[in-house]
């Protein structure tokens, strides 16, 4: 157990719709990222908050927007849906404190459009 | 889009025989991690050596780094039927910064 949570663990809909993900980082954490995994792209990286500022932004389309709050949980908003955005969607923590090189993984929310 | 390349794809063993696999990537780093992942859950650290680094071991696991060449092996000696995984290279330009993974080595160790 990474100490990352994510939920949903799956969800299920239809395109066109607009879900929310979210994601609590490990205790302490300042560091949020926000990465994508499908069979054809692999594992990409979306986004990046620290301390509730936007840090980097990666291969993230514009219906896509993040947001990491005071308490330091992060979500990841995904609108007007298409086929294509089916995919495991990773959310992983660090702590710069301590160097801030690993990353924890939390196990993912696997997102289905139909 | 993808750092850069691992080799092989896909690797079958007997449990007992080592594991090895490839992993290129194409700029500067600052470090280079290795992560596993069991079918379709969440990627678990393995382990991470610095671009001044040229190996770490951790338990079975023994880690080189070839920054001249841009390349760095991961071998998991005496496998286990428990090590049926995708393993991943990522790497960091920078502390905090993101991480770019490769393709990945699917690797079945057979019983």
């Known amino acids: 157990d990474s100490g990352v949570t994510q939920t949903p663990k799956h969800l299920i809909t239809a395109t066109g719709q607009r879900v929310t993900l979210r994601c609590s980082p490990r205790?302490?954490?300042?560091?949020v990222y926000w990465y994508q995994q499908s069979l054809d792209q692999g594992l990409q990286f979306l986004i990046q908050y620290y301390n509730g500022e936007e840090r980097a932004k990666g291969n993230i389309l514009e219906r896509f927007s993040a947001q990491q709050f005071p308490d330091l949980h992060s979500e990841l908003n995904l609108s007007s849906l298409e086929l294509g955005d089916s995919a495991l969607y990773f959310c992983?923590?660090?702590?710069?404190?301590?160097?801030?090189?690993?990353?924890?993984f939390g196990p993912g929310t696997r997102l289905t459009v139909t | 889009s993808q750092q850069g390349e691992e080799d092989p794809q896909a690797l079958s063993i007997q449990e007992g025989e080592n594991a090895t696999m490839n992993c290129s990537y194409k700029t500067s780093i600052n470090n280079l991690q290795w992560y596993r992942q069991n079918s379709g859950r969440g990627l678990v650290h393995l382990i991470l050596i610095r671009s001044n680094e040229r190996e770490k071991h951790s338990g079975r696991l023994r880690v080189t780094l070839d920054t001249s060449k841009k390349s760095s092996s991961l071998l998991i000696t005496a496998s286990r039927a428990a090590d049926t995984a995708s393993y991943f290279c990522?790497?960091?330009?920078?502390?905090?910064?993101?991480?770019?993974f490769g393709g990945g080595t699917r690797v079945l160790v057979k019983p």
């Open positions: 990522a790497t960091a330009k920078a502390a905090g910064n993101k991480l770019t």
């Open positions: 992983a923590s660090s702590d710069e404190k301590t160097g801030g090189y690993e990353q924890y």
């Open positions: 205790s302490g954490d300042l560091s």
